[in-house]
């Protein structure tokens, strides 16, 4: 049985640290500022996105990565006489998956599995995550993909936006919408469904009354919760990150709670400020 490598791509948000000690090669997707193209993670962080959106009053562009980029990628494993699976942004946000599957047509069927998470950020970390734990076991590959794939629906991603200004510069919410939601102070909360991302909930006031929003959603789901591991990301918010954190660990019995940054997709999107609480169903 060959070994297996686990892929992903730049949106699932793991931190740096895991990413080396699994090894796990990380595709990078494509952030644009007027001419100029940066690979998420590499040429471009979410720090200097800020910045130059601050400088230039407009959001960037992203691009999925090529299927040339797949396949340069996905050779040198094949080559190695390696097994691949690869766990990427949802497919119906990006066409990240199509080109991994333009890729992987090109080697021999049954050495690359091509994951569609249906969701993004910490979404597909979780998944990342569950298949390092499977590969670990020494199950063949088309057992790992068929665990992650019936994971999939049970996976619940909740997020926080603190303002929609960059939503309503993304085309995401109206002028007027985002006009009235300044004055009244509106915070959405979005999640992740079948791929999408839908309005869950608008919520008006302090911060505070967000936070608390977010953790009444996984407060709400706490008797079919997994108990094996919840994420949170954020970005440029550890304070409320920790404090999420710190509630948690007090209220629910969770194995393990991780704690990510979001990465220059997700920041581009959402902004700063920006939180996410990531879970399993059993």
Not at 69 to 76: A, G, K, L, M, T
């Amino acid at each position: 049985m060959n070994l297996i490598k686990i892929i992903t791509d730049s949106t699932s948000d793991l931190p740096l640290s895991l990413l080396e000690k699994e090894k796990i090669p990380v595709i990078p997707l494509y952030i644009s500022f007027d001419d100029h193209t940066y690979r998420d993670g590499i040429d471009m962080t979410p720090a200097v996105l800020y910045d130059k959106v601050k400088a230039t009053k407009a959001l960037p562009k992203t691009a999925a990565p090529s299927p040339v980029d797949f396949r340069n990628v996905f050779e040198s494993y094949i080559d190695q006489g390696m097994d691949i699976l690869y766990i990427g942004l949802s497919s119906k946000l990006s066409s990240t998956i199509q080109n991994a599957r333009i890729a992987a047509s090109e080697f021999p069927e049954g050495r690359i599995e091509v994951i569609d998470s249906l969701n993004l950020s910490a979404g597909i970390g979780l998944l990342v995550i569950e298949a390092l734990d499977l590969v670990k076991t020494e199950k063949p590959l088309h057992e790992v993909a068929t665990e992650i794939r019936h994971l999939i629906p049970k996976v619940t991603t909740y997020f926080a936006v603190d303002s929609l200004d960059y939503l309503h510069k993304g085309g995401r919410c109206s002028a007027a919408s985002n006009f009235f939601g300044s004055i009244l102070k509106i915070r959405p909360i979005l999640k992740v469904d079948g791929g999408k991302i839908l309005l869950d909930q608008k919520v008006r006031g302090k911060r505070e009354r967000l936070i608390k929003a977010m953790l009444d959603r996984i407060y709400a789901d706490q008797e079919k919760l997994n108990p094996k591991r919840v994420i949170i990301n954020h970005s440029f918010c550890p304070k409320d990150a920790g404090y999420l954190k710190s509630e948690l660990e007090k209220t629910l019995d969770i194995e393990e709670i991780l704690m990510t940054t979001a990465g220059c997709v997700i920041s581009s999107h959402c902004g700063p400020g920006t939180f996410s609480i990531v879970y399993s169903l059993k």
